[in-house]
């Protein structure tokens, strides 16, 4: 009878071994979802139990006063069952830090009093004591899972409370037993059928109870790869869309860049082809009076021929600077680029009657593209012209400087007109954005960008007594040691 028994137990615990070890495997190869410690803290403690319950029955000679290691198997059973009520509490709702600290004590306390009541107690007021706290943590259980299964409907939900509901049955079937038994066990051969029974059955609805949360954290890693996948498919579509925006952005760019330098060639031809029609007005004029002598007409049309000059260089300038190859630099005096800058808007800042300033080092040198950086500073020349243009006062400046700095070279133009509005001031460098009325947008960005390509920077500062300042820097790497 004892070694029946025992066996019993033994199976159920080899049941419940394969399951733990099935799981743990199973549960390791997943990154979604990891299962509660609760729960598989309480499968390993309740298959201890069983190994020490069943060694204990086979070295039992008086159940009502059995040997100390039923009390370890019985507190293992104990925490076993702590740890399932908890693990079906933790599925609503977080467990608090003094419920763990609780039952922490409460396993203790349960010690304490089985190892008394082993003592002094019969094998019937164990029984009935052990059926009792079972029942309490079925009864905790069941409403525990059957809130979670109203909030999230789940087949193996229904079967653990079904398990749950078999092991408060036979638990209280037990507890009858032993409550309507008419004499005192003291033998193992003593024990009803009917109670070994109701026992087994227990053990292997807590085994079904165990397989059927294993199910359910199963179910769970289901839900959570079908929703990695449909997440993955999304993500797929996402950068599918984001390579198809992109391919769309560079064909965009390489149109808008198209057009930058269309808008840009008409924006800077703008100035000597308008010279040019002037001096053609002017020549035509003298010939139908009858007064052009060759001294003249020699001035007229070198003139003409520096400007068509001028549109040449500035066409093959723009060429090269929306060119993705390097900038061809040589070197440069700057001194005399800006007077060449200063010959050519010489009679637009006469009779505007302007008044220019020259600050610049002597002996100014820097390795750039002449052409590019000859453009940068015209545009700032020619932004400043229009905006004293534009002024009522009197004293009207135009401030050129140019110095060696720490990291490099540093160029200015300023001038004492009105300003700019600070609400533009965020957007100067922006394609197609102007603070004229009249303005293309184009002149400050091309500036801009020229000065990048030679690894420098331009920004806006106000000028000393009011006005606008604009100051580019060049990197020290861009001049000769």
Partial sequence: MKLLLALYFFILAIIQMGLFFGIYHYYRSQNVVKPSPYWMGSLLISLAGLIVFGGGILTIDDIATPQFNFTIANALFYTAAVLQALFCFSLNRPIPRVFKIGFAISILVFLIIFEWLRNVATFEIRTAFMTILASTFYVWQIFEIRKKRMQEPSSQLSYLQYASSAELFFALGRLAIVVVSSFTIRQVEQIPQILILFTITQLVMNTL??????????????????????????????????????????????????????????????????????????????????ELNPGMQKEILDTLLADNQRAANIIRSLRSIFSESEVKSTKINVANLVQIVLDIVTPEVHSKNIQIALRLDPNLQIHANAGEIQQVILNLVNNAIQALASCAQADKRLTIEGAYVNDGIQISVADNGYGIPAEARAHLFELLSSTKTSGMGLGLWLCNHIVLRHGGSIWFEEAVGGGAKFIFQLPVESIEA
Avoid: V
Wanted: hydrophobic content about 45%; overall charge positive.
């Fill in 209 to 290: 109870s165990y397989i059927a949360i294993g199910g359910y954290w199963a179910e769970r890693i289901a839900l959570a790869n079908a929703k990695s996948r449909l997440e993955n498919q999304e993500i797929k579509a996402l950068l599918l869309e984001r390579e198809t925006l992109i391919g769309s952005l560079l064909k965009a760019n390489k149109t808008a860049s198209t057009g930058a330098l269309s808008a840009s060639i008409a924006h800077e031809l703008n100035q000597p082809l308008g010279a040019s029609s002037l001096n053609i007005q002017f020549l035509q004029k003298k010939l139908a009076d009858g």
